[in-house]
Structures are given as structure tokens and as C-alpha cells.
């Protein structure tokens, strides 16, 4: 065996290293992004980045700012020597994508290429599609728009997380409550909303099954993403009509069912997503009327599916407040 040959079997030795090359050779990549999907520190990334790219398997260039990583074309195409390589990495990675951390770092590898889409002026190069670069075409801007047609309404955020929807609805609300049990996040939270110059945001430390907000006191529930964090949802929904005022409406957001396991241990989810029938099931149950389910962002090959669910909190009358 010569000393380069036995380089390369200890620069391919390493589990996160051959994740990063699977991740590689099916998408160029940079930092930030392989760092989210690996949940490998910054550093760990770079550093073995360039272990690969010194052993020649993994090339770089720059563009809008970003440096992406890939495949280097030599090994890709298997040409120089590399065809045995190349036709082994080929194997372990279709292997490895039959597993539970393969199908996870594809789910991760589909997010952010929905964040690519989404983001695009951010991303754009000579692949993008020309049809998606209109100046001034923004999903954040157009979300802002709509926010123009509604009343000045009381608005609870629950599970506001670090509060990037809750300072969004701050733009068009009277007032927004956010809520979440971490006082780590509701602190991140204060910060963006303090970077936004956003004051019309009261942050309350609680329980989703126990809200810390008087009853009858709001006019739009939210719960983005957090149904499925829930141990039960039921009752967290029960708990969001509680503090509705008759006529007010609960807005869920959260995950179509799913079978991505991996998000138990990696993100803490209690439920893999619900099936429309089970989201109105969970609506009805919590008394709400005129309820509506839909799909919301849907991805070809992404795994998740986001579905939009609202209902209405009858008034004394069973009938729905108006909000002129």
C-alpha cells in the first residue's frame, strides 16, 4: 500500500466526513449550510472540508458572496485513476441513504433547498431559473401586504419560539402575547424584537397547557409549529380557545403526518405530524366551528408538508364575531 493510498483511507475513515461527502454529491454546498444539516459545530465543518479538499476530493468557488463546496470533476467523473473511487463512495452512499441519519440529512438537505427557493435573490446563479428572478419578488414582503388588510387585533403567539413570526405579526397587530415554557428563546426573542424596534410584544414565560393569558382576552390564536411538540395536543388546542374571545380565531400551522423519526431525538417532536382528519378532529374537539384545513408549502422530495388549519370560536349565539 503506498502512503497516498493509505492517506485516503484515513481521510475516508470518518463517519462525518462521508456524510459530508454523500451531502456533497448530491448538492454543492456551503458552510453554514452543511453545518445546519450535519449538527457538526462550524469549525468541525470546516476542518474537515479542508482535509478533503487537500486530499483533493472536494473543490470550492465562490459565488454571491457564498463559497460552495463539491465533488471535485476528477472524482465525479472518474477519470485520473478515480473510477474505482468514485464507483465505491457511489455504493456507501446509496447505503447509507437507507438509513435513519441518511434519511435525515436528505430531509435537512430538502429544507434548505427550500430555503434556496425561497431566498433566491440570496442564492441566485447562472442555474437558477430566470423566471424566478423579478426584482422586488418577495414571499416576506407579500406576507406584509396581506397584513395591510386586517384589523388592529390582539394576537397570541404560542410557542413563539425565538419569535421570528411573532415580530412579523407585531407589523400589522395592536399587540401581540408570545409564549413559550424556554426562558433561552423568549430572551433571543426580546433581543430580535429589541434589533426590530418592535414594542408592541408582551413575553410570557408558560406552559402551552396552561397559558399564562386571561380568558376571552385575544383575538387570533397562533400555533406555528408547536401542536406537534405537544404531548397533548387536545388540550393544548382547548387552552387556545379558552383565551379567544367568541368570534375569535385559532390559526395552526404544523407538519402533514410524516415518517421522518429521526425529529423525536433530533428536535424534540412528540408527534410525527397529523393527517387533515386528525387536525379537525383536534379543532372540532376544542369547540371551534367553521374550521378549514389546507396544504400550505409543499415540495416535490421534501418529506415535510405543512399544513394550514383555522377555526372559529362560537359566540353565545353559535354564531361567528365579524371583524370590521
Not at 402551552?208 to 387570533?220: M, T
Not at 397529523?274 to 396544504?295: K, M, Q
Request: with cysteine.
Amino acid at each position: 500500500m503506498t502512503e497516498a493510498s493509505a492517506a485516503l483511507y484515513r481521510l475516508l475513515g470518518d463517519q462525518a466526513r462521508l456524510r459530508l461527502l454523500r451531502l456533497l454529491s448530491l448538492d454543492r454546498l456551503n458552510v453554514t449550510e452543511l453545518t445546519g444539516i450535519l449538527g457538526i459545530a462550524q469549525s468541525g465543518v470546516s476542518r474537515h472540508l479542508g482535509l478533503l479538499k487537500e486530499g483533493g476530493l472536494v473543490s470550492e468557488e465562490r459565488e454571491a458572496g457564498y463559497t460552495y463546496y463539491a465533488i471535485t470533476p476528477a472524482v465525479r467523473d472518474g477519470v485520473n485513476g478515480h473510477a474505482p473511487l468514485w464507483m465505491l463512495l457511489q455504493d456507501q452512499f446509496d447505503r447509507a441513504g437507507g438509513t435513519d441519519v441518511g434519511r435525515a440529512d436528505n430531509a435537512r438537505l430538502e429544507e434548505i433547498r427550500r430555503l434556496r427557493q425561497e431566498n433566491f435573490e440570496a442564492h441566485s446563479g447562472p442555474d437558477t431559473n430566470e423566471r424566478q428572478l423579478v426584482p422586488g419578488r418577495s414571499w416576506a414582503a407579500w406576507a406584509r401586504a396581506l397584513g395591510h388588510l386586517l384589523p388592529r387585533l390582539v394576537v397570541a403567539d404560542l410557542g413563539c419560539g425565538e419569535g421570528y413570526l411573532t415580530v412579523e405579526a407585531s407589523r400589522w397587530a395592536a399587540r401581540v402575547i408570545a409564549v413559550d415554557r424556554s426562558p433561552d428563546v423568549l430572551k433571543r426573542g426580546r433581543a430580535l424584537a429589541a434589533r426590530r424596534r418592535v414594542s408592541n410584544i408582551v413575553w410570557k414565560r408558560g406552559l402551552l397547557e396552561k397559558l399564562p393569558i386571561d380568558d376571552s382576552s385575544v383575538d387570533v390564536a397562533l400555533l406555528s409549529q408547536a401542536l406537534h411538540h405537544a404531548d397533548d395536543p387536545s388540550r393544548v388546542m382547548r387552552e387556545a380557545v379558552r383565551i379567544l374571545v367568541p368570534g375569535g380565531r385559532a390559526l395552526v400551522l404544523d407538519l402533514r403526518e410524516h415518517e421522518q423519526s429521526w425529529v423525536r431525538d433530533r428536535l424534540g417532536d412528540r408527534w410525527l405530524g397529523f393527517s387533515p382528519a386528525a387536525l379537525t378532529e383536534i379543532l372540532t374537539d376544542a369547540g371551534l366551528i367553521d374550521i378549514r384545513v389546507t396544504t400550505g408549502a409543499r415540495r416535490s422530495g421534501d418529506p415535510f408538508t405543512v399544513l394550514i388549519a383555522s377555526g372559529v370560536k362560537p359566540d353565545h349565539t353559535g354564531k361567528q364575531k365579524r371583524h370590521d
